[in-house]
């Protein structure tokens, strides 16, 4: 069941559906392995250079 979601639209459940939904909604959550390899590719960045990418993504 694909979903078709456009931000900040309400998605409804149509009903007898509910099941189906869930399932699918299931089938797309991450891993705990997933979290791990974002958190550890943060390690190597110092503290000065993450500042210099945060002035960078804010156009400084």
Not at 21 to 43: G, T
């Amino acid at each position: 069941m694909a979903l078709n979601y456009k931000p900040q639209v309400p998605l409804t459940i149509k009903r007898g559906m509910t099941k189906d939904f869930i399932k699918e909604l299931s089938n797309h959550q991450v891993s705990k392995s997933y979290w791990d390899e974002c958190a550890s590719s943060r390690k190597p960045i110092s503290k000065e250079n993450m500042e210099i990418l945060k002035k960078m993504a804010r156009g400084e």
